[in-house]
């Protein structure tokens, strides 16, 4: 019995806690679910005497559990997020993780101070998407310019307020065709009907870039109100006495920003298919490793960058891939056919990829034209050393001094067709009378004019 209390006790201390320094109905909630518990157990152990003593003691900590979460006040808190920089996929899964928490911890508002010159329109729709769709009110302060993506954003929230010498507007898209233009169009239309401003001024951000300062934009009805402070604002919603509750953005967002990029994410893909072929040449683990992390954080950051388009990108993944594999097949196969389709097939793609954001582009053509040359004349390069060193192998006579010698086989032999091995650091055709795998320890025993004629040895 004395386990007992002295369990319950602890209990409540704990809920009493949880009470004041978190939520008092979630404290009273658990602790009742608790003391459910508590009673079943007591009165399976020890009857209903020792029952009796327990429920009075239960009703003292229910009361001073209903007095604590009545005399708790509900806090009036209002969330503030920050965007002080290019629209992307990190900032889009931080405002998806601040939303979510605003919502779990009951906010009354969430407030975005922006400062944006845009950005790419799939991270664009995802916020669109989340302050609309949102059951707290959004309220927008532009503190400086919400140009772009930007003005999307602060056209969707629920409040829009602008501080003096703020600016919005300039929401055409850039390199999009006439179907892109028009989609951004009827978007920016939808937007300012649902928020009940002036339709034909916020259509003209995206139809003719117009661009409004914060006395022209409220003037126009495009904004709600010029405010000078973020107090300001949130009084003219409504709320006089708020709790802020700031979120700063977390490493993980500038992780995911920073991956995103989609130029980075390509020339990390080429970056890895180049480490590969380094690889097959002069075989090292580490380099393995490397080109996989690196390869995996392009593909990575390429699907945070699509978006949910990411299922329309998947062919052209699968065509970059192909073109990596088909350089890597020149190693084997060598001649420069293959490495040439292979670069083509790593252009068409990742241009087809890039070009699909119309943020980049314009610069889309000379990131790929340069990764394409790099990893042409990379693949170039080891071509060249293979014919170079092929014309400057030893004569027979000086390959003498290989019998004897041990390696490996770089390429399977079989009775009649001729394979490769490592023999002191260099490659030789070699022959055998027995079929001996890739991988496998050999010998050389005899030498047959430019080749060496080898037998398999056990591992030592």
Avoid at 47 to 57: D, H, K, N
Avoid at 70 to 98: N, S
Avoid at 123 to 146: F, R, W
């Amino acid at each position: 019995m004395r386990k007992g209390a002295a369990l319950l006790v602890i209990l409540l201390i704990g809920m009493l806690v949880v009470a004041a320094v978190g939520s008092p109905k979630l404290a009273a909630v658990a602790f009742l679910g608790l003391i459910a518990l508590w009673l079943f157990v007591e009165l399976v152990r020890t009857g209903v005497r020792a029952m009796l003593t327990i429920l009075a003691f239960i009703l003292v900590v229910g009361l001073l559990i209903l007095i604590l979460v009545k005399g708790a006040p509900e806090a009036t808190r209002v969330f503030v997020l920050t965007v002080h920089e290019q629209i992307d996929a990190g900032t889009a899964d931080y405002l998806r993780r601040a939303f979510q928490q605003a919502a779990y911890e009951q906010a009354v508002l969430i407030v975005i101070r922006l400062d944006t010159w845009g950005g790419y329109i799939a991270a664009m729709d995802q916020i669109v998407g989340l302050i609309t769709s949102s059951e707290i009110p959004v309220l927008v302060l532009v503190d400086g310019k919400a140009y772009s993506a930007g003005a999307f954003i602060a056209e969707a929230a629920h409040y829009l307020c602008m501080q003096p010498g703020a600016v919005i507007g300039a929401a055409a898209p850039v390199g999009g065709d006439t179907k892109l233009r028009n989609a951004l169009i009827t978007r920016m239309r939808a937007l300012a009907e649902s928020r009940q401003r002036n339709v034909t001024a916020c259509s003209l951000m995206v139809e003719e870039s117009a661009s409004y300062t914060a006395e022209e934009a409220v003037r126009l009805r495009v904004a709600d109100a010029i405010v000078g402070s973020l107090e300001e604002a949130v009084a003219s919603w409504g709320i006089s006495e708020p709790q802020f509750v700031e979120i700063e953005k977390d490493s993980r967002a500038h992780i995911i920003s920073l991956l995103s990029e989609p130029i980075l994410a390509i020339l990390l893909i080429v970056a890895a298919a180049i480490m590969i072929i380094f690889d097959l040449h002069h075989p090292t683990v580490i380099l393995t490793a490397v080109a996989a992390i690196v390869g995996t954080l392009g593909f990575l950051g390429l699907t945070w960058a699509l978006g949910a388009a990411v299922y329309e990108a998947v062919l052209l993944v699968v065509l970059i891939i192909a073109g990596i594999v088909l350089i890597i097949l020149e190693l084997k196969l060598p001649g420069g056919v293959s490495a040439t389709a292979g670069a083509i097939l790593i252009a068409i793609g990742a241009y087809l990829l890039l070009s699909r954001e119309p943020y980049v582009y314009h610069v889309a053509t000379i990131v790929v034209f340069t990764a394409a040359v790099v990893s042409a004349s990379i693949t170039a390069l080891v071509i060249i050393h293979r014919i170079r060193r092929v014309l400057t192998k030893p004569l027979a006579i000086t390959l003498e001094r290989l019998i004897g010698k041990r390696g490996y086989v770089r390429r399977p032999i079989a009775p009649g067709s001729p394979g490769v091995v490592v023999v002191e650091a260099e490659e030789w055709t070699a022959i055998a009378d027995e079929e001996i795998p890739e991988g496998a320890r050999i010998e050389v025993v005899a030498v047959e004019g430019l080749r060496v004629k080898v037998r398999r040895v056990e591992e030592t």
